[in-house]
């Protein structure tokens, strides 16, 4: 391709408004929409001053992190300045305008903690043809604009300054003829500035360093008072299985009208229709589940400066394990025994490298538990349904529900085939948690069994526009926050802990979510520490304190 020559030059203040100007009315194009949509624009001539108003401002904001940034960029440099702008907005402006992706802190953490194979399958034709026409050719083009130097020392400073007063009175003008207005759309959070590209990654990622550095501090322990109240006849093996990607809706036990959880309901479960998650993405999620800390009062800086759940769990002497195929344990594991599968090369299970189907999980893990002879926390960390490319997260024989969407690009997919390629998805996410079912029912000779299952997080699947997670909590829709939950517990365990099956059916009637997690497996290994919160764990009110356990079933902790 030939590139034109300019015979015209532009000052370093002409590149910076120029840049500023495109990226507010193209990469934005999903926060321009945004204030065209808020209900409190108005009609006609107060919209269009309503938008305008909008635009202005987003040029400020722009304009404004170019000034800043222009501090370090300085003389020619400034062209790569512009180049690095125009590209990541066109970039982060592709997800913001067709997937309805929000881009602030937990965003920017989810980004970083994404593997290099999920990453890929977020690339598609158009990404790149929307990336190339809306950041590319246009950072080519002003690259060819000879630059032209700005004489004195004082006009660089001066003008610039100018300019940007300019833009602030203009902005102030139209904004506070219309406050209310805005205040109503902020407040209602119909307008939000995590959509304004690049500036919101730019903040959210110097927010995650400031965190990052405020946080390198040793782990405070937890549960330093841990210790089993009592062990059964048979060591127990408590499997959590963490599921990704699931939301609720689309499960069978849930009222769905398709049944994608055929297995589960065959072995009758112990189903939580009305749970919540801890947050919109895994990187949040995980940690939380394990910190202890309730969703309220849960923060990252919270969950790196605290020992987890399972370093609780292994101090009482009971034995922790964790199996990964999914993004890792995001540090809440790196003190116990951790596989991580997701690079296998097993054929039986992985079609190509990072992609491996979760049945990997089980992989000879028979035979590594007939090894274990004490009480066991068994963590499976499945991909389950992760997207977008959600084709490639069951194998061929799940596939039940046709057609199908073969194509990471979601907002260019048929609505119904988007939703059975993600059906299919539980499906076989059932039949994982199936097997992991007989797996405990074979080893129930060795071991008293149970399995908790949950997700960390649900999926927008084009409602509203949406796709993906990782909205923000506080504007999250349902489909993103609601998740299920399940647990299966053997006749010969329950029998063991006394446990009343009417009792225990009847917990599934209430209101749960993440929080009850930490406590239920602690209670389930009958550990007993100022960490446990009785009030939070799922099966405590079927644990009578007037009935002890059966001496014939119990023994005492040497």
């Known amino acids: 391709m030939q590139f034109p020559t300019f015979s015209f030059a532009a000052t370093r203040l002409q590149f910076l408004l120029a840049t500023a100007f495109w990226v507010a009315f193209l990469p934005n194009l999903e926060t321009l929409e945004r204030f065209v949509d808020a209900p409190s624009a108005g009609e006609g001539l107060q919209k269009l001053a309503f938008v305008a108003g909008g635009g202005l ?28 702008v125009l590209i990541s907005a066109s970039v982060l402006g592709y997800f913001s305008f067709f997937l309805g992706t929000q881009f602030d802190k937990t965003m ?74 805005y205040a109503t759309a902020a407040r209602n ?32 322990p937890r549960g ?39 297995r589960m309901r065959a072995l009758d479960p112990l189903y939580f ?33 605290n020992e987890t759940l399972i370093d609780v769990v292994a101090r009482a002497g009971v034995r922790a394990i964790w199996r990964d195929n999914d993004a890792g344990c995001k540090g809440v594991c790196d003190r116990i025994d951790y596989v991580d599968l997701t690079n296998s090369d097993n054929p039986r299970w992985c079609s190509e490298k990072g992609e491996c189907f979760d049945e990997i999980l089980l992989e000879g893990l028979e035979k590594k538990l007939r090894s274990e002879s004490r009480d066991t926390l068994l963590v499976l960390h ?41 059906d299919n998805t539980i499906v076989y996410t059932d039949h994982v948690l199936g097997e992991v079912v007989e797996l405990l029912k074979t080893l129930s000779d060795q071991f008293a069994t149970m399995m908790l299952y949950a997700s960390d997080h649900g999926e927008s699947l084009g409602e509203g526009g949406l796709y993906l997670h990782g909205m923000p909590y506080a504007v999250a829709p349902k489909e993103q926050t609601q998740v299920p939950m399940l647990a299966w517990l053997s006749p010969q365990y329950v029998a063991m802990e ?3 099956a009417t009792c225990l059916r009847a917990q599934t009637k209430l209101p749960r979510s993440h929080d009850n997690i930490y406590s239920t497996i602690l209670g389930l290994l009958e550990i007993q520490t100022r960490e446990y919160r009785k009030g939070l764990d799922l099966f405590d009110a079927c644990d009578t304190q007037e009935s002890p356990p059966n001496p014939t079933t119990t023994r005492r902790v040497p």
Request: hydrophobic content about 50%; glycine content about 4%; aromatic content about 12%.
């Open 273 to 305: 229709p009305d749970t919540q998650s801890c947050g919109t993405a895994t990187a949040i999620s995980l940690p939380c589940i394990f910190s202890g800390f309730p969703r309220e009062q849960f923060s990252l800086s919270k969950a790196r400066a």
């Open 57 to 84: 401002l987003v040029v400020l904001v722009t304009f404004s992190a170019l000034l800043l940034l222009g501090l370090v960029f300085w003389g020619r440099s400034v062209k790569l300045l512009c180049a690095i």
């Open 382 to 422: 499945v991909k389950g349904s992760h997207g977008p490319a959600y084709y490639k997260r069951y194998p061929k024989a799940f596939e039940k529900f046709t057609p199908t969407c073969k194509t990471n690009d979601l907002s260019a997919c048929d609505r119904q085939a988007l939703i059975n390629t993600y």
């Open 189 to 220: 959070r119909a307008i939000t500035f995590h959509t304004v590209a690049p500036t919101n990654f730019v903040a959210a990622a110097v927010s995650h360093a400031y965190s990052l550095q405020a946080e390198k501090v040793v782990r405070a």
């Open 498 to 500: 006394r446990w009343d």
């Open 108 to 181: 920017f953490l989810n980004i970083v903690q994404t593997h290099a194979s999920e990453a890929f399958e977020l690339v598609s034709l158009r990404t790149a043809l929307w990336v190339f026409f809306v950041g590319v050719l246009p950072a080519l083009l002003l690259w060819r604009v000879p630059l032209r130097p700005t004489r004195g020392w004082l006009r660089p400073w001066l003008l610039p300054t100018a300019a940007w007063a300019t833009l602030l009175f203009a902005v102030i003008a139209l904004v506070l003829l219309q406050y209310s207005r």
């Open 224 to 262: 330093e008072d841990a210790k089993q109240a009592y062990l059964l006849h048979k060591p127990r093996l408590v499997v959590f299985v963490l599921g990704e990607t699931a939301r609720a809706k689309n499960v069978g036990l849930n009222g769905y009208e398709r049944d994608t959880k055929p």
